[in-house]
């Protein structure tokens, strides 16, 4: 079983930067698939990004390509995700979760969750 903890949301300007952290128990979190992915009010939970295992792969939705930057320190069972250049749009609850396999973008493929963490992004 794996459990996750998210940190890091917060308040913060448009065109400013944050960094979310995830950290994972377990000692498998490099066999793990890790995706970060948001929820607006009034909107279906969308993907954002995913980083393999081994940290080799990764795969973002178009919105947030060459702004967002997903990775891993697997020593730490940490996943992050850089954020900068931030819109009001990216304001959204944000979940890590894990997947057993291979990189994935959609929800029904992951098996466990974090509680989510809130970002605010303010014009």
């Known amino acids: 079983q794996v459990q996750l903890v998210e940190s890091g949301g917060g308040l913060v300007q448009a065109g400013g930067s944050l960094r979310l952290s995830c950290a994972a128990s377990?000692?498998?979190?490099?066999?793990?698939?890790m995706g970060w992915f948001r929820q607006a009010p009034g909107k279906e939970r969308e993907f954002v990004a995913t980083?393999?295992?081994?940290?080799?792969?990764?795969y973002y939705e178009d919105s947030v390509k060459g702004r967002f930057t997903i990775s891993r320190d697997n020593a730490k069972n940490t996943v992050y995700l850089q954020m900068n250049s931030l819109k009001p749009e990216d304001t959204a609850v944000y979940y890590c979760?894990?997947?057993?396999?291979?990189?994935?973008?959609?929800?029904?493929?992951?098996?466990?969750w974090g509680q989510g963490t809130q970002v605010t992004v303010s014009s």
């Open positions: 979760a894990a997947h057993f396999g291979s990189i994935a973008s959609r929800s029904l493929d992951y098996d466990y």
């Open positions: 377990g000692r498998t979190f490099s066999s793990y698939a």
């Open positions: 980083i393999s295992g081994s940290a080799g792969t990764t």
